[in-house]
């Protein structure tokens, strides 16, 4: 298992410059708030592609497929996140928003306490 420290985020593959990772970046921001998750959500999963495991990628994938009513998908997007050990406030909030969509109450409302507590121990 590779940690997050030792990831290079700004690695990119032949055949892709960092101008179009990062427009793409910027693309799928913009369908995200503006309400087109499921175009954010192809425009990542291509991105994740091209550099794979990138914790904002994946985190904003699993955003994007909370949003697009794909909480199973993000679930598993949010389990490949754990296992890089990306697992911040912003992590919980989102596996809430997923569990709560499932109808997983318990689950749900357990992220959002891990959510809280990250958040009161970071101010």
């Known amino acids: 298992m590779m940690a997050v420290d ?4 700004h690695a990119v593959p032949e055949g892709a410059s ?7 970046d910027l693309l799928a921001y913009i369908y995200l708030q503006h309400g087109r998750p499921d175009k954010a959500a192809v425009l990542l999963i291509a991105r994740n ?5 990138d914790p904002r990628v994946l985190l904003s994938l699993a955003l994007a497929q909370v949003r697009a009513a794909k ?5 598993q997007t949010l389990e ?21 969509a499932l109808e997983q109450s318990a689950e749900a409302a357990s992220a959002m306490r891990a959510h809280l507590s990250m958040l009161a121990a970071s101010a």
């Open 6 to 9: 030792s990831l290079d985020l």
């Open 18 to 24: 960092h101008k179009e990772v990062e427009f793409m």
């Open 49 to 53: 592609l091209l550099v794979p495991d």
């Open 71 to 75: 909480p199973t998908q993000a679930l």
């Open 80 to 100: 490949r996140l754990a296992l890089l050990g990306a697992m911040d406030a912003t992590f919980h909030l989102v596996r809430a928003q997923a569990l709560q």
